[in-house]
């Protein structure tokens, strides 16, 4: 493969995912080096079983990560899946301390008068993760407005919108929200989005908050005009979740258990089974890291020449492949409808509790419009 070549596969591959965690780990696969990446600084905390990373990049990491310079939090909430409303419940007050912030980094000012808005399309179920979050946000701004005396201490002004997509209204997403923002006149504003990974393991159980914005449409190759503070001249906070992947990451990936699968085989070959284990029962093996790979020799006799192929080449390989025949699809796990439905409620809880300061979250609460 020509080095040109390579790094045009790697540009049209880049777009298939929108974490800059991820980003950093396609760096440091690329570049065959420690954690380290020039201009970008990771720090990696943990609250209630809730992992969080953040990741700092400056003008010198944008060139290494193609992303834009900014903070990028990235929390894994893994009890959506697991169905788990306890560490629901923690992953929302994560995000909503972390949401404050990136508030408090922007000189967000505790009162001033926000906008939330919910992007995606309502009929097409892994893109409606904004508008269902906007059902479930606490908004305050006709409150204010009609009977400010009455409104508690330790609220501020907040209005959503949905604005649909550009299939739906005809309209670029962000001619809508700036037509808004100069009539309602926000200080800032907070944009909800379904994102595209590059992993399949991060489906559905990984939020990422970022002030650096967000492009709608860009993790499915539909790039819209950018929202940000560039073109909106005002903060945003982006909150995003992934919640497709494309058939190139599901076949990589495949590959990849499939020769850690067969490595752990080789290894336990001369572990004896349980005599309660019927040996036509093959043993199950979970939780699969990059030691239990076999050797390139191994890798050779069981892949031939793809199995010995860099993550990188066998990605671009795959590109190339299926996307010269239109069989690169999106895909979503077939569970999407009762994740979106829990993602929806963790985001709006979060959101309320850090954007309201006498909201506090609640493992039985439901917000209502």
């Known amino acids: ?82 169905q788990d409303t306890k560490m629901q419940t923690n992953a929302s007050k994560v995000l909503a301390v972390q949401i ?55 609220y501020r002004p907040v209005a959503a919108i949905s604005p649909g997509v550009m299939g739906v209204t005809g309209m670029e997403t962000s001619d809508i929200i700036l037509s808004i923002i100069d009539k309602f006149k926000p200080e800032f504003v907070v944009v909800i989005d379904a994102l595209a990974s590059r992993s399949i393991e991060r489906i559905n159980e990984t939020i990422q908050i970022t002030d650096t914005g967000i492009h709608p449409g860009s993790g499915v190759g539909n790039k819209r005009k950018e929202l940000s503070k560039e073109t909106l001249g005002i903060p945003v906070i982006a909150i995003g979740v992934p919640t497709v992947v494309d058939a190139v990451t599901i076949a990589s990936d495949t590959l990849d258990y499939l020769l850690k699968h067969m490595g752990r085989e080789l290894k336990e070959k001369d572990t004896p089974r349980s005599t309660l284990l019927p040996t036509n029962i093959p043993i199950r093996h979970e939780n699969l890291t990059n030691d239990d790979l076999p050797d390139e020799e191994k890798r050779s006799t069981f892949l031939g020449l793809v199995g010995n192929l860099s993550d990188v080449e066998k990605r671009s390989l795959l590109e190339e492949v299926l996307s010269s025949s239109g069989r690169n699809l999106i895909v979503t796990p077939k569970e999407i409808d009762g994740f979106m439905i829990d993602m929806a409620h963790l985001i709006a809880q979060g959101i309320n509790a850090a954007l309201h300061e006498k909201v506090t979250v609640d493992q039985d609460a439901h917000y209502t419009r």
């Open 1 to 82: 493969m020509e080095k040109g070549q390579e790094n045009k596969d790697e540009k049209q591959y880049g777009v298939r995912t929108d974490l800059a965690v991820e980003a950093k780990d396609m760096y440091v696969e690329k570049e065959k080096q420690t954690d380290k990446v020039p201009g970008v600084r990771v720090k990696e905390d943990t609250y209630r079983d809730v992992k969080i990373s953040h990741i700092e990049i400056s003008k010198q990491g944008e060139k290494s990560l193609n992303k834009k310079p900014g903070s990028y939090i990235t929390i894994f909430a893994e009890g959506v899946k697991k």
């Open 100 to 154: 404050q912030k990136i508030m408090k980094k922007n000189n967000i000012e505790q009162g001033s008068k926000g906008l939330i808005v919910g992007l995606g399309n309502w009929q097409v179920t892994p893109d409606a993760l904004g508008p269902m979050t906007v059902e479930k946000v606490m908004v305050t701004n006709h409150l204010f407005e009609l009977n400010y005396e009455t409104v508690s201490s330790g």
